[in-house]
């Protein structure tokens, strides 16, 4: 009986131990998890990428405000002629995208007021990078909602453009 005992206490030593080894692991992944979970806030790496990306961010914009002018007469310029080439097949098309884009056209000249509201109010910011991206977010969200028709637009004009191109040329 005596072997057995001695049997059954190395038996839960070793259990023990490995329970032991199993927490040591277990905490040792808790750890990496929390680390990989708090890496954009910890290391200096990804916020300076983050700083990276709303400087270049910030630099497009500026452009776009800059240019906002030529943006609106190069988006017009189909308006300004007496009519616009379109083949007979795609007529019916084209006749309903282009009130959409003039519906568009005059949204452009908002969501570029928002852009030139922010980009004279970014500078001015004193809240810390958690609090600025989150507006930074809506507001190019709002700036992506307005600007994803007239990328619709271009594409399906592009498209109309190109086969016609394919069935007759230019007129």
């Given at each position: 009986?005596?072997?057995?005992?001695?049997?059954?206490?190395?038996?839960?030593?070793?259990?023990?131990?490995?329970?032991?080894?199993?927490?040591?692991?277990?905490?040792?992944?808790?750890?990496?998890?929390?680390?990989?979970?708090?890496?954009?806030?910890?290391?200096?790496?990804?916020?300076?990428?983050?700083?990276c990306d709303v400087e270049h961010l910030a630099s497009h914009l500026s452009t776009t405000v800059k240019q906002a002018d030529r943006l609106v007469s190069r988006l017009q310029r189909p308006f300004m002629n007496n009519h616009i080439n379109i083949h007979r097949n795609y007529h019916k098309e084209a006749s309903a995208v282009l009130p959409l884009m003039e519906k568009t056209i005059h949204q452009l000249d908002q969501n570029l007021d928002n852009l030139t509201q922010f980009s004279h109010s970014a500078p001015r910011m004193?809240?810390?990078?958690?609090?600025?991206?989150?507006?930074?977010?809506?507001?190019l969200a709002r700036l992506h909602s307005g600007l994803r028709p007239i990328v619709q637009l271009n594409s399906l004009l592009l498209n109309t453009s190109v086969m016609c191109e394919k069935e007759q040329g230019y007129r």
């Open positions: 009986m005596s072997n057995t005992t001695s049997e059954f206490i190395a038996l839960l030593q070793t259990i023990n131990s490995q329970k032991m080894v199993m927490n040591n692991i277990f905490t040792e992944y808790e750890k990496r998890k929390i680390d990989r979970d708090m890496a954009d806030v910890l290391h200096v790496d990804v916020q300076e990428q983050r700083l004193t809240v810390d990078l958690s609090e600025a991206l989150p507006l930074i977010a809506s507001r």
